[in-house]
């Protein structure tokens, strides 16, 4: 299963479309057996769901997220993570052990990118 997680450094980023890059995990049996990064290639409507499918992405998980990313994702089949904040390898395995739940998290604005997570 490949998981992306919009990232601050090892953190998870409080909004998906504004965050420094894509961790992008590898789990198979329970663990996680690949990580790598992938810069933010910008942020432009529609453009990132749609970028994160194209590597086979089947989980997103971010601080929040705007709803027409979240629509996407839907209409794509990826499963869409929103609340989670801390280590991003933390948040991974949380969700690997069924134990971190979205908080279905929905940015209306865009100006408050710092804070969107805390809805």
Not at 58 to 84: D, H
């Amino acid at each position: 299963m490949k998981i992306a997680v919009a990232s601050e450094g090892r953190m998870v980023a409080q909004h998906f479309g504004h965050c420094e890059r894509f961790t992008i995990y590898e789990a198979k049996d329970g663990k996680i057996v690949m990580r790598q990064f992938i810069e933010n290639p910008g942020h432009k409507p529609g453009f990132l769901p749609n970028f994160l499918n194209g590597l086979g992405v089947q989980v997103i998980i971010s601080g929040g997220m705007g709803e027409g990313a979240v629509e996407i994702f839907n209409e794509k089949g990826i499963q869409v993570v929103t609340g989670a904040s801390g280590d991003a390898d933390e948040a991974v395995q949380k969700f690997i052990e069924g134990s971190l739940k979205s908080t279905d998290s929905i940015c209306h604005e865009h100006q408050h990118s710092d804070s969107c997570g805390g809805h």
